[in-house]
């Protein structure tokens, strides 16, 4: 038996299978904590919860509690933390703006570039941060 949170939000379903919406029981958040008391070779954990047996795509849970603090984009890895939605298009800036190498205002040190208006750049992800 082992403590797990999802890394974002995971399903808790009352059987292992995404195909019936039905069986979606509980939805398990980043910090809420269930335990784990078996991993399938399908892909699903098996987990108790809420006085509850359920089960739940193991990809979508971790036994780091603390999983989100870690995932902070850094220069080493710019999307950690971060899910984007690939896109391809061409965009502008409504005024002056820096292009960073990290998802980040933190540190002056990430700008990479500086996009005028009226320059074309190609957008290839929307983070899900807002970058």
Known sequence: KEEVTAKEKANLRSEPGTDREDTI????LYGDVAVRTGIGDNG???VEYKGQVLYALSKYLTTNLKYQEKAKPSKDNPESGIHFTEVNEKVTAKEVTNLRLVPSTEAEDTVAAVLHNGDIAVRTGIGDNGW
Not at 25 to 28: D, G, I, R, S, Y
């Open 25 to 28: 029981k509980e939805v398990l």
């Open 44 to 46: 699903w954990s098996k």
